[in-house]
């Protein structure tokens, strides 16, 4: 079976400031990977997903995520992050070649954009 | 287009009681799935149809169910409430294949008192 591991549960860091969330996975077949973003009393929003070719992955909002085979990493990141992006990010998978959307989900990390 | 709507928003219900929720999938996708968001547990797959068939199922126990409708709406039933099942539901919907995106609704907040 596969699992996803939000390495941090909280990233609190300052406006304009860069940042990186870690997800790391375990599946002994191929995935898919995915970040979802969840804003307060809302449902999720797909930020960026990566299926296969290249390993970095531009998304929504300025995100990129770099896939990395042999750390079975998938780490979200932004060169300078806004208020706005206050909301918690959820890594994900899904197993590849399949016809099914069993997302399997890391717990969050809930990113607070300090002014 | 419209997004994926789900009904009602916001339910109390009390322990024992069974409940019924309800998603709309964007129009044209063919699949829905379900999850159950909690503080401690995260978000879990509780199911998923695909043209009125069930094509996934998570690990919950069997007083969850769920259906599909030819029009690919779809409704969820929780019978015999517990506490634990008080969670944010979140329904998705599809195209069809994995590499789709999927499209979450805003969720229906279920509070078992």
């Known amino acids: 079976a596969q699992s996803v591991t939000q390495l941090d549960s909280q990233v609190p860091v300052f406006e304009e400031a860069p940042v990186e969330l870690r997800c790391n996975y375990s599946?002994?077949?191929?995935?898919?990977l995915f970040w979802y973003v969840q804003y307060p009393n809302q449902g999720l929003q797909l930020l960026l997903k990566?299926?296969?070719?290249?390993?970095l992955v531009k998304g929504i909002n300025g995100f990129e995520a770099e896939f990395n085979k042999s750390q079975t990493s998938f780490h979200l990141r932004k060169p300078s992050v806004h208020i706005s992006d206050t909301a918690e990010y959820f890594c994900?998978?899904?197993?590849?070649?399949?016809?099914?959307?069993?997302?399997?989900f890391g717990k969050g990390t809930l990113l607070t954009v300090n002014p | 287009k419209a997004g994926v709507t789900q009904t009602p928003r916001y339910l109390i219900k009390t322990r024992g009681q069974q409940v019924t929720l309800s998603c709309s999938p964007i129009?044209?996708?063919?699949?829905v799935s379900w999850y159950q968001q909690t503080p401690g547990q995260g978000l879990q797959f509780l199911f998923e149809?695909?043209?009125?068939?069930?094509?996934n199922k998570g690990n919950f126990p069997g007083r969850f169910s769920g259906r599909q409708f030819s029009n690919s709406r779809s409704e969820m039933n929780v019978s015999t409430l517990e506490l634990g099942d008080s969670a944010l539901y979140l329904c998705?919907?599809?195209?069809?294949?994995?590499?789709?995106?999927?499209?979450f609704g805003p969720g229906t907040r279920l509070t078992v008192l």
């Open positions: 599946s002994s077949v191929s995935v898919y």
């Open positions: 129009s044209g996708h063919r699949s």
């Open positions: 149809y695909f043209s009125e068939t069930q094509r």
């Open positions: 998705a919907s599809g195209p069809s294949l994995s590499t789709d995106t999927q499209y």
């Open positions: 994900a998978v899904i197993l590849s070649g399949g016809s099914n959307y069993k997302l399997t």
């Open positions: 990566y299926l296969s070719g290249s390993t």
